[in-house]
């Protein structure tokens, strides 16, 4: 119900209430906006439930002491970092080295801002010039993607990929298409 | 032509709801489509469906967010309550301060004034 309520203000608006009155409800009402997904990333490095669970409350004690004190632009962006810097930890302690791996680094972690930058340059004709230039899966998985408008599993049927290989045939493309524009976007 | 913006189109939302409904598979192939968009916006999306995906039940997703959320308030009123707690205490020694420095001043009158 007051998530409904405040649906119309955004993070960063919160952030600034909280900022101007040291009312930790702003922040409260922020990060209920994010359990989920917090649960959902611990429970992908972590799997077990229950750590999960308990890594969640931990992300948002972290959260609750430091979102003041730091200038934080995209707190999304930040809840991510700290959740998957949070998992790592927990990793180490394990010793799981083999699951960290799997971990992005810290650094590949997009703030949501730089997206828009680069939907603004779009320039057509240089990313038809790009697509030509990505391998075979990634050129048939992206085009059945964005162009013909089909879901992983519909993808998966046409193409014999299993749903892992289509999706990161998608990342790992849109990924290579950036580096290739910027290529020559610099020429 | 013009879909291929949406490749680096800017990271929209996705509801919970959205995120268990796709979970159980119970939407469209259209509305499957626009949540997977989505979701290859942002890796935190594409993260936290690979985990809830890994949860045995949905029900379980929905319980388990609304325990962290049930504490997070705790922790925040409780919080508040102290940051309260604090003020007025702060308050009183202020009052306390002021009526001694009065109390100060009167008896210096006093003192003074029956002196001459």
């Known amino acids: 119900m007051i998530q409904q309520a405040f649906k119309h203000i955004t993070d960063t608006e919160l952030l600034k209430k909280y900022q101007s009155d040291q009312n930790k409800e702003w922040l409260g009402i922020l990060l209920q906006r994010y359990t989920m997904l917090l649960l959902g990333v611990c429970m992908k490095y972590l799997k077990n439930e229950e750590e999960a669970k ?110 892992l290989q289509v999706k990161s045939n998608i990342q790992n493309g849109k990924r290579n298409l950036k580096i290739i524009m910027e290529k020559k976007q610099s020429f | 032509m013009n879909n291929w913006k949406d490749i680096f189109k800017k990271n929209t939302e996705i509801s919970n ?58 922790q925040i009123a409780k919080s508040n309550k102290r940051k309260k707690k604090r003020k007025i205490e702060d308050q009183q020694w202020l009052i306390a301060a002021i009526l001694i420095i009065l109390l100060f001043s009167i008896a210096g009158y006093f003192l003074i004034h029956f002196n001459r």
């Not at chain 2, 939407?27 to 290859?40: L, P, V, Y």
């Open chain 1, 54 to 163: 308990d890594a969640v409350q931990q992300i948002f004690l972290k959260a609750l002491n430091e979102l003041g004190k730091y200038p934080v632009e995209y707190p999304k962006s930040w809840l991510y970092k700290i959740a998957c810097n949070f998992c790592l930890m927990k990793l180490r302690d394990r010793k799981e080295y083999i699951a960290i791996e799997k971990i992005p680094a810290l650094s590949e972690i997009q703030e949501s801002g730089t997206e828009i930058n680069t939907e603004r340059e779009l320039n057509l004709n240089l990313l038809e010039a790009a697509m030509g230039e990505l391998n075979k899966e990634q050129k048939t998985c992206i085009t059945l993607f964005y162009l013909q408008k089909k879901s992983y599993q519909q993808i998966s049927t046409l193409t014999g990929f299993s749903l």
């Open chain 2, 17 to 74: 709801e959205e995120l268990l409904k796709y979970l159980d598979n119970d939407i469209s192939e259209d509305e499957m489509h626009t949540i997977e968009q989505k979701m290859s916006a942002s890796d935190f999306e594409n993260d936290a469906l690979e985990g809830l995906a890994q949860f045995k039940s949905r029900e379980k997703i929905i319980s388990t967010t609304d325990i962290i959320n049930q504490q997070l308030k705790k």
